[in-house]
Nanobody, 125 residues
Framework: QVQLVESGGGSVQAGGSLRLSCAAS????????MGWFRQAPGQEREFVAA????????WYADSVRGRFTISSDNAKSTVYLQMNSLKPEDTAIYYC??????????????????WGQGTQVTVSQ
């Protein structure tokens, strides 16, 4: 089993920054992808960013590219999401997730195997 615990959410004004963390523990896998998703009230959960196990490859949704940066520290089993130039439309619950079965990045939430509990991000005007 894998446990994912997010932290770092909060409230910020538009234009501000936050850094989310996702600490992983439990079972390890030889190959996996870590992703960040978000879900706003009344909306479907959407892909935000993903990173390969090595950290050498990253992917972003068009809506956050250039503003958000995903990174990892494998020694700490932690994935980060640095969010800059935040907008009110970034307001959502942010979840980290692990995909243990794919050999390529996937962006649909149902394709991920393990999920954290989520952390709230609120951006005000």
């Amino acid at each position: 089993q894998v446990q994912l615990v997010e932290s770092g959410g909060g409230s910020v004004q538009a234009g501000g920054s936050l850094r989310l963390s996702c600490a992983a523990s439990g079972r390890t896998f030889s190959n996996y992808f870590m992703g960040w998703f978000r879900q706003a009230p009344g909306q479907e959960r959407e892909f935000v960013a993903a990173i390969s196990r090595s950290g050498g490859s990253t992917w972003y949704a068009d809506s956050v590219r250039g503003r958000f940066t995903i990174s990892s520290d494998n020694a700490k089993s932690t994935v980060y999401l640095q969010m800059n130039s935040l907008k009110p439309e970034d307001t959502a619950i942010y979840y980290c997730a692990l995909d243990r079965t794919s050999r390529t990045v996937r962006i649909r939430s149902y394709e991920y195997d393990y999920w954290g509990q989520g952390t709230q991000v609120t951006v005000s005007q």
